[in-house]
């Protein structure tokens, strides 16, 4: 078992991974701002099993604030770290391009620095399919050019790659990226699709749909990626890329109606025009991952979205109930 640090530690992906690394005896530390992109007590209440926990510590900081990143890692003592830690987001990012490099490449930056400083050599870097951009045929390998991207976002997720590739050179850090494919499940961000699609039918309202239903993703349960994430940081290598997806891709009109099948709901659709910054379509290829980590997703949307639904039943009884 191993000393791990996990920035973004309470959000989405990053408290379902605290959960798994406490569960197998790691001894995890959670850096983590609480920012209100969304709701701060969401990511709070993410947290709430793994406080108990004997093994966990939470460090209350921001990337943006070198000297806090520094003190965390010395604190900490980690000897890996998972970097989840991010402004998401396509469409955000294009309103406030310069928070997003302000977060995502300086404040990896930062952590870089204060990982050479402290003595902690190996990273697992939470990555995304945008930095593929619009230009390629899916599905994609990692091969494939990823120096177009059409976003903030994607640039600055692409930048921060960059910045781990060359502390690895420089400095030998021992880094493994994950690009990630559209992730979904129990704990997802309120903005996300299928999360604000699912409580506007709930409710019986529109759900906007950008373009004409025919943008194609390659939605992957987080149960999926949380395997793949636990795999690279228990593997051990120079500098490595994987794709995490499903390797399965639906359209958004098949989304809209599995989710209204799944909610037992009409879904009313409001037409949208095609959004800036969004791509036709992702789907990954999972060679790679498959044979060097033993990657292996195994849920297909209709079970993860059945998973998905009865957890947000279970989160709006607990709102309504207080």
Known sequence: MARILVTG??????????????????EVAVLDNFDDFYDPAIKRRNLVAAARHPKFRLIEADLRDGAAVSAALQS?????????AAQAGVRPSLQRPQHYVDVNVTGTLHLLQAMVASGCRRLVYGG??????????PPFVESDAADRPVSPYAATKRAAELLCHTWHAIHGLRVTVLRFFTVYGPRQRPEMAIHKFARLMLAGRPIPRFGDGRTVRDYTYVDDILDGVVKATDHDEGFGVYNLGESETHTL????????????????VEGQPDQQGDVPATCADITRARAVLGYAPRVPLRDGMRRFVAWLREEIAREKGG
């Open 9 to 26: 530690g309470a959000g989405f992906i990053g408290s379902h991974l605290v959960d798994r690394l406490l569960a197998r005896g790691d």
């Open 253 to 268: 009109s098949e989304l809209i109606e599995l989710l209204a099948k799944e909610l037992g709901v009409a879904a009313r």
């Open 76 to 84: 900490a003592r980690p000897e890996k770290v998972v970097h989840l």
């Open 128 to 137: 995304t399919s945008s930095v593929y951009g619009a230009s390629g045929k």
